[in-house]
């Protein structure tokens, strides 16, 4: 079953706490995405990595840090920097300008 | 259309018409478009691309129609259904940003009444 898999599919974070969103994709595609979705909004992007061990903020980076260790994988942390996390965040991963997405993930703040 | 804010525009149709969504542009330089549609709690499916050298392309019940001359695109579903109750939002790309960024816009919710 090949895609794009977001875990968990809600994740609750107190406050102080990091939390961690995982996207993984057997797509075998080199670009992966985070985004960030509010109600009635667009996606803005978080971060970006175009290829392995590499990545650039977007346009809302600030409270948020990725690693890109592997093709597959593309997590994101919401640190304790990030004061108003609650939201639904999206991965994607692209072969050439194409996005492709995960289910998502929603995070709620106790 | 698209706008800014909260509230998003909505489009109502009955099941069996025709819908026709739309989408301004904001980068007359953009060369590539994607039309996404997103249920409520999923994340955005790709629906239909086109590139800039096209006018029109059809898939499967949909056709997307661009008029660079108006930085406008729009979507059209055939035979509406129930099932394509979801929000619908297009996605441009400018050839000249790196990595291929794809900027988005807020998005219309589609109801379609049985």
């Known amino acids: 079953d090949g895609g794009i898999t977001q875990s968990p599919k809600y994740l609750f974070r107190k406050e102080g706490q990091n939390v961690t969103l995982s996207c993984e994709q057997n797509?075998?595609?080199?670009?992966m995405y985070w985004y960030r979705q509010d109600p009635g909004q667009g996606l803005r992007l978080i971060y970006y990595s175009q290829i392995v061990n590499d990545f650039q903020k977007g346009d809302i980076a600030e409270g948020y840090s990725v690693s890109r260790e592997k093709k597959e994988s593309f997590p994101l942390t919401v640190t304790s920097a990030q004061k108003n996390p609650t939201a639904f965040y999206l991965c994607a991963s692209g072969f050439e300008e194409t996005q492709y997405f995960g289910p998502g993930t929603r995070l709620l703040v106790l | 259309g698209e706008s800014v804010g909260l509230h998003l525009p909505t489009l109502s149709v009955q099941e069996g018409d025709n819908s026709i969504i739309n989408c301004a542009y904001s980068n007359s330089a953009s060369d590539y478009f994607i039309w996404y549609k997103q249920e409520s709690g999923k994340g955005p499916q790709f629906i239909i691309d086109?590139?800039?050298?096209?006018d029109k392309r059809q898939g499967q019940r949909v056709t997307v129609l661009l008029n660079k001359t108006v930085k406008h695109l729009s979507l059209q579903i055939a035979a509406t259904q129930p099932g394509d109750s979801a929000v619908y939002f297009c996605a441009e790309n400018f050839s000249y940003n790196q990595g291929g960024k794809l900027i988005f816009g807020q998005g219309t919710e589609l109801s379609v009444k049985p």
């Open positions: 086109i590139r800039s050298n096209m």
């Open positions: 797509l075998n595609h080199d670009a």
